[in-house]
C-alpha cells in the first residue's frame, strides 16, 4: 500500500552541497516526490519537530545544529516508502550505517548525519503536515 514519509537535507548536507546528491538517489530509486522546500528552522521550530526527543542527552545539540542553517524538507510517497527510505539513509550513528547508504557515505558523525526521515507511518503524517499544507503535496 502507498505511504507518505519525510525526508530532510539536513543542514550540514545542504552545506556540504549534497542537494543534488541525495534527491539523485530517490530519483535512481523511484520514489516518488510529492513535496520539497527550502526552510531554516529556528530554534523553537526545531524544538517542537523534534519535541519527542525532548530530555535525551542530545536533544540541545540536535537543535542547535538543525537551526544552524537552511535544509530542505522532502515528502516522499511509495510502497513502504518509510522503511525503504530509512534503508537508503542507513543507521543514525554512519559508523553503524551500511555499505552503500547516505549516512555511511557522507555523515560526519551520529548528530550531523545528512538526512532525517520518519520512522513510522503516524510520525510520518505529522511530520509532512509539520511543513506542508494539503495543496501542497501534488495530487496523483
Ligand atoms: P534517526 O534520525 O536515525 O531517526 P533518532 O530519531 O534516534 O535517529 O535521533 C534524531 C536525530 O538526533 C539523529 O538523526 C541525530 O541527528 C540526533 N542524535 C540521535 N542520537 C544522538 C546521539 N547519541 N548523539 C548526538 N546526536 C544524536
Ligand atoms: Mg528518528
Do not use: C
Not at 558523525?109 to 545528512?114: E, I, L, P, S, Y
Amino acid at each position: 500500500m502507498n505511504e507518505r514519509t519525510l525526508s530532510i537535507i539536513k543542514p550540514d548536507g545542504v552545506q556540504s552541497g549534497l542537494v543534488g546528491e541525495v534527491i539523485k538517489r530517490f530519483e535512481k530509486a523511484g520514489f516518488k516526490i510529492v513535496a520539497m522546500k527550502m526552510v531554516h528552522l529556528s530554534k523553537e521550530q526545531a524544538n517542537e519537530f523534534y519535541a519527542a526527543h525532548k530530555g535525551r542527552s542530545y536533544f540541545e545539540g540536535l537543535t542547535d545544529f538543525m537551526s544552524s542553517g537552511p535544509s530542505v524538507v522532502v515528502a516522499l510517497e511509495g510502497q513502504n516508502i518509510v522503511s525503504k527510505y530509512r534503508e537508503m539513509m542507513g543507521a543514525t550513528d554512519p559508523v553503524q550505517a551500511a555499505e552503500g547508504t547516505i549516512r555511511k557515505a557522507y555523515a560526519t558523525d551520529g548528530r550531523q548525519n545528512v538526512v532525517h526521515g520518519s520512522d513510522s507511518r503516524e510520525t510520518a503524517a505529522f511530520e509532512i503536515g509539520y511543513f506542508f499544507s494539503a495543496f501542497e503535496l501534488v495530487g496523483p
